[in-house]
């Protein structure tokens, strides 16, 4: 039997089109990378992830436009995570082990990923939180970043870890920043002014027809728990305490903030040769609190423990990717995904040329993923561990708050095991069902532990005084020289 096909014009238009669409590659398309990562915001803090309270209409559109990561992990506190992103490997390996203490300082061997994109003709800008080192050798500007805008230590207003003595008093409002050089007082609601700073230099970059690395990496909603009145309102005539008031006015106003970033986008016409990603750095915080005098849960995905915890509910973040006409929209990956992929991705994508000797990466590029959510993609073991040992308690902290996690198991502490694909939520041990997976992650553990001690190079530093931190004596030197400057970002 022969079978005859007759073409008319518009679907041979049709054919051409997807032919084209599906002949686009990703691999040094080069375009522009805006990566917005807030701080302690966890699976549950958003109404796409199911949140009955908190409001997040613009990421919850752009959630369902995008490429979702659906098991992306990242480290259980900030500094690693940080570290991960920048260097494309486990953050113990960059010394990075704790948030204070000198072990949030990125070793300086490494060769970051915003110097990787300079080297592939890329503008690189941070706007907001840094949290890898606050002597001048370790700030971003020496790691490979064009425009600095940055609050000092792990957040604004701890002083007694580095941050400017005069944002204690300040919380949130009005800060003492240091941008580029040069250390400012600013006016405003932090997050506002970080995002709106970073679409200024955005745009700057935008018309001089320059590809840019746009890094808004807020504080938010890290504590103290403080938002605009205008956001705390709603919460707090709903009920609930002062603390969640804060903390849910702080991530409605990302959300604001995050859908005039896209309007902005669209109104340039750059979204269909920008990609942005909306993420977070740990699990959640302040989860619980309170409902009219009474003691609640607040929701949390479903998962098990928050920040600072080896269970899921510390290392699963959201991890959303959109690109207008180069990736598919509504498109769930279910693959084992982490922060430490994101520097050969970026690279990738950029066609950055990297130097034949730098530091080993541990991550693997997102690519044939982005492309289909169902490629190939090997099991892999990624470690993970709080970290947040005191000095000279590191060896008695190798089995407390750490974690295995494959495919399908995460196991816990040394001792408990889960399954995750059938157990999300990690409410039954199963460890002894399984004498061979826990012997196979013992033994990986074990050797992962003894490689990575060598490069600890952060442990056992002297503490730091207050009045002896980096930036507190540059605010010092500075005050007492050409004063500090009022500092605003250009209209747009």
């Avoid at 005859?4 to 997807?18: E, H, K, P, Q």
């Avoid at 693997?364 to 000095?391: M, Q, T, V, Y």
């Avoid at 000279?392 to 399954?419: H, I, M, P, S």
């Avoid at 503490?463 to 540059?474: F, G, S």
Wanted: charged share 25%; net charge neutral.
């Amino acid at each position: 039997m022969k079978t005859s096909v007759v073409f008319n014009a518009g679907m041979f238009a049709v054919l051409v089109f997807v032919g084209l669409a599906e002949a686009k590659s990703l691999e040094g398309s080069r375009p522009n990378i805006i990566l917005v990562m807030t701080d302690d915001q966890g699976m549950g803090d958003l109404s796409c992830m199911g949140n009955q309270v908190v409001k997040t209409p613009h990421i919850d559109r752009f959630h369902d436009q995008a490429v979702r990561f659906n098991d992306f992990q990242v480290s259980p506190t900030c500094a690693p995570t940080r570290s991960a992103i920048m260097s494309g490997r486990a953050p113990f390996k960059n010394g990075v082990t704790h948030t204070i203490y000198q072990r949030e300082r990125m070793a300086l061997d490494t060769f970051t990923l915003p110097q990787a994109l300079q080297r592939a003709g890329y503008a690189t800008g941070i706007f907001g939180k840094w949290h890898l080192g606050d002597e001048d050798a370790y700030l971003p500007g020496s790691r490979g970043f064009d425009e600095v805008l940055i609050h000092g230590a792990g957040g604004i207003g701890q002083t007694r870890y580095g941050d400017f003595p005069l944002n204690e008093e300040n919380l949130y409002f009005d800060n003492v920043l240091l941008h580029n050089d040069t250390i400012v007082q600013t006016k405003g609601f932090c997050t506002d002014l970080f995002f709106q700073s970073g679409l200024a230099w955005i745009k700057q970059q935008h018309e001089a027809k320059k590809p840019y690395f746009a890094y808004i990496s807020l504080n938010a909603p890290h504590a103290p728990l403080v938002a605009p009145p205008s956001y705390k309102k709603r919460f707090l005539e709903l009920g609930y305490d002062d603390g969640t008031a804060g903390r849910y006015g702080m991530i409605e106003n990302i959300d604001d903030n995050f859908g005039r970033l896209l309007v902005k986008l669209g109104e340039w016409k750059a979204l269909d040769n920008t990609l942005v990603i909306f993420m977070t750095d740990n699990g959640a915080t302040h989860l619980s609190g309170k409902l009219n005098g009474k003691k609640i849960k607040h929701f949390n995905a479903n998962l098990r423990g928050g920040k600072n915890s080896p269970t899921e509910g510390g290392t699963h973040v959201p991890a959303f990717w959109q690109w207008k006409g180069m990736l598919k929209e509504g498109v769930d990956v279910d693959a084992l995904t982490a922060h430490i992929d994101l520097y050969k991705t970026f690279c990738e994508l950029a066609d950055a040329k990297l130097p034949a000797k730098m530091q080993e990466l541990d991550g693997r590029s997102l690519l044939p993923l982005l492309k289909d959510p169902k490629a190939s993609w090997p099991d892999r073991e990624l470690f993970i561990h709080c970290g947040r040992w005191n000095p000279g308690k590191r060896d008695e902290f190798k089995f407390k708050k750490c974690a295995v996690r494959t495919e399908r198991w995460r196991f816990v502490n040394n001792q408990n095991l889960y399954d995750i694909s059938k157990d999300p939520s990690e409410t039954t041990d199963v460890v002894d069902a399984h004498p061979e997976v826990v012997e196979k992650l013992r033994k990986s553990y074990d050797q992962w532990w003894a490689l990575v001690q060598p490069l600890m190079v952060n442990e056992d530093l002297p503490k730091v005084a207050p009045e002896d931190q980096p930036l507190a004596i540059r605010y010092d030197k500075q005050l007492k020289g050409k004063g500090i400057p009022e500092w605003a970002p250009e209209e747009i």
